[in-house]
């Protein structure tokens, strides 16, 4: 069945906007202290090869899976496989995913809001950097800020989505991610010139593979994973408005390099400064709020102007980078809500703006007054992290290469990702990059899932 549905301007609109859903706080947040805790450069390598290898085919899978259904994440395996009930329930799973990362996606992002607001009240060009770096501790503790922050943050995500494709997410995306690669550059110049950088620039150039231990294969595919949002339904969603004749591997490959190269920029741009600032840089989710007012508090003292300008301008950016991100994960179950029950994007999006601000704020207050209500040894922030990048997400990446690689039949594969053969170097490829889809991406995703529970 045919959907009315919006489609991306061309090809720089779809590798913007996909580049949009992968680049954000998942780079800049969440790789620096992934990096910090698994091994430093040995884990990048790793990360490397886990997106060229794996991730970088389930992403062509995934789109082929959007493109070919023309349907949301929810309905699309259905639509392919009209005769399967498994296929059809399996579709919940990719609406669950996105929803449950945005709810605490959400918080984080709030944060980003909050020093947005500090650096532009100059907070980090007053302050010592000793204090900068410890009051992140005491924001994320108080029970309101981070509150009306997290609502904040996700209104105007939903807000966007509710103007639709072209009018909100295209154009979101257009202007927001060349700002966000200049700015994280700029950081990177000045981290690494920081008295004591050597040692992070070092940290992540000279691999030490006494470090790597199985568990590390499974962490450094799950930030793949999460990095470029595979396994959250967003691809597959994003793929849905991808227009019939646009090569969706060369545009798959655009995604997924950009993706690595910003997240190794953003590595660069942080890991410096950590170890200039003496923080232990497998301090956690709060490195980047940290180490970043810590570079511009010292740069204060000499160029309070520019580290002034420079301050505004990165946490603004680092918000439109989570934005960009969490919109897309608002899309995933706004699709849904529009396309299944045809209601206006703008009362979908109110929907999901509740399920997730409600989830949110069971986040947000688990680093203060719900510190103590601990499951499996982790708070619910934590917990939520941990449980959709290494369990939800493997699942739903499994689901999508079984599916592709068995379920569909492989003419239809081949005639999607080549155009119907016409174009030449797809056809070239094709044999290649579906041995990936179809044996070694399945493979590694059971393994990794299995080695999350018995390592």
């Given at each position: 069945?045919?959907?009315?549905?919006?489609?991306?301007?061309?090809?720089?609109?779809?590798?913007?906007?996909?580049?949009?859903?992968?680049?954000?706080?998942?780079?800049?947040?969440?790789?620096?202290?992934?990096?910090?805790?698994?091994?430093?450069?040995?884990?990048?390598?790793?990360?490397?090869?886990?997106?060229?290898?794996?991730?970088?085919?389930?992403?062509?899978?995934?789109v082929?899976?959007?493109?070919?259904?023309?349907?949301?994440?929810?309905?699309?395996?259905?639509?392919?496989?009209?005769?399967?009930?498994f296929?059809?329930?399996?579709?919940?799973?990719?609406?669950?995913?996105?929803?449950?990362?945005a709810?605490?996606?959400?918080?984080?992002?709030?944060?980003?809001?909050?020093?947005?607001?500090?650096?532009?009240?100059l907070?980090?060009?007053?302050?010592?950097?000793?204090?900068?770096?410890?009051?992140?501790?005491?924001?994320?503790?108080?029970?309101?800020?981070?509150?009306?922050?997290?609502?904040?943050?996700?209104?105007?995500?939903?807000?966007?989505?509710?103007?639709?494709?072209?009018?909100?997410?295209?154009?979101?995306?257009?202007?927001?991610?060349?700002?966000?690669?200049?700015?994280?550059?700029?950081?990177?110049?000045?981290?690494?010139?920081?008295?004591?950088?050597?040692?992070?620039?070092?940290?992540?150039?000279?691999?030490?593979?006494?470090?790597?231990?199985?568990?590390?294969?499974?962490?450094?595919?799950?930030?793949?994973?999460?990095?470029?949002?595979?396994?959250m339904?967003?691809?597959?969603?994003?793929?849905?408005?991808?227009?019939?004749?646009?090569?969706?591997?060369?545009?798959?490959?655009g995604?997924?390099?950009?993706?690595?190269?910003?997240?190794?920029?953003?590595?660069?741009?942080?890991?410096?400064?950590?170890?200039?600032?003496?923080?232990?840089?497998?301090?956690?989710?709060?490195?980047?709020?940290?180490?970043?007012?810590?570079?511009?508090?010292?740069?204060?003292?000499?160029?309070?102007?520019?580290?002034?300008?420079?301050?505004?301008?990165?946490?603004?950016?680092?918000?439109?980078?989570?934005?960009?991100?969490?919109?897309?994960l608002?899309?995933?179950?706004?699709?849904?809500?529009?396309?299944?029950?045809?209601?206006?994007?703008?009362?979908?999006?109110?929907?999901?703006?509740?399920?997730?601000?409600?989830v949110?704020?069971?986040?947000?207050?688990?680093f203060?007054?719900?510190?103590?209500?601990?499951?499996m040894?982790k708070?619910?922030f934590?917990?939520?992290?941990?449980?959709?990048?290494?369990v939800?997400?493997?699942?739903?990446?499994?689901?999508?290469?079984?599916?592709?690689?068995?379920?569909?039949?492989?003419?239809?594969?081949?005639?999607?990702?080549t155009?119907?053969?016409?174009?030449?170097?797809?056809?070239k490829?094709?044999?290649?990059?579906?041995?990936?889809?179809?044996?070694?991406?399945?493979?590694?995703?059971?393994?990794?899932?299995?080695?999350?529970?018995?390592l």
């Amino acid at each position: 069945m045919e959907h009315q549905r919006e489609n991306f301007g061309g090809r720089l609109a779809v590798i913007l906007a996909m580049a949009g859903s992968a680049i954000g706080l998942g780079n800049i947040w969440r790789f620096p202290y992934m990096v910090g805790e698994h091994g430093g450069a040995a884990f990048v390598l790793i990360y490397i090869v886990c997106t060229l290898l794996v991730s970088l085919p389930l992403f062509v899978a995934e789109v082929t899976v959007g493109r070919k259904s023309h349907s949301s994440a929810r309905l699309a395996l259905g639509e392919l496989a009209p005769k399967s009930k498994f296929w059809k329930a399996f579709g919940f799973i990719l609406v669950f995913t996105p929803l449950l990362i945005a709810s605490y996606y959400s918080v984080i992002g709030g944060w980003s809001v909050s020093f947005f607001v500090k650096a532009c009240a100059l907070d980090f060009v007053k302050s010592s950097p000793d204090v900068v770096t410890g009051a992140f501790g005491s924001f994320i503790s108080s029970p309101w800020t981070p509150l009306i922050a997290h609502f904040a943050f996700l209104a105007a995500c939903c807000a966007i989505v509710a103007c639709g494709v072209k009018a909100g997410i295209e154009i979101f995306s257009k202007y927001s991610i060349p700002v966000l690669f200049l700015m994280v550059l700029v950081i990177l110049i000045y981290s690494v010139s920081l008295p004591g950088a050597g040692a992070g620039v070092k940290y992540l150039l000279k691999p030490d593979f006494s470090q790597i231990t199985p568990s590390t294969f499974a962490y450094a595919l799950g930030q793949s994973f999460y990095s470029l949002s595979l396994g959250m339904g967003c691809i597959i969603t994003y793929g849905s408005y991808v227009k019939r004749d646009e090569n969706i591997v060369a545009s798959s490959f655009g995604t997924a390099i950009s993706d690595l190269l910003f997240a190794i920029m953003a590595g660069f741009a942080i890991m410096p400064a950590v170890f200039s600032a003496g923080i232990e840089p497998g301090a956690g989710p709060s490195l980047i709020f940290q180490s970043v007012p810590f570079i511009f508090s010292k740069m204060g003292a000499t160029l309070p102007v520019v580290s002034s300008i420079c301050a505004i301008l990165f946490f603004l950016t680092i918000t439109v980078a989570a934005m960009t991100s969490c919109i897309s994960l608002i899309e995933v179950g706004v699709a849904y809500l529009h396309e299944k029950t045809r209601m206006s994007r703008p009362v979908a999006s109110a929907i999901i703006f509740v399920i997730c601000g409600v989830v949110g704020v069971f986040c947000s207050l688990s680093f203060g007054p719900l510190s103590d209500l601990q499951i499996m040894s982790k708070g619910i922030f934590d917990l939520l992290d941990w449980f959709a990048s290494n369990v939800l997400l493997l699942i739903a990446a499994f689901a999508v290469v079984v599916f592709v690689g068995f379920v569909l039949k492989r003419d239809e594969v081949r005639d999607e990702i080549t155009n119907s053969g016409t174009l030449k170097g797809c056809v070239k490829l094709f044999p290649v990059l579906y041995f990936l889809i179809k044996w070694v991406a399945p493979v590694a995703v059971l393994l990794i899932f299995i080695s999350n529970f018995i390592l």
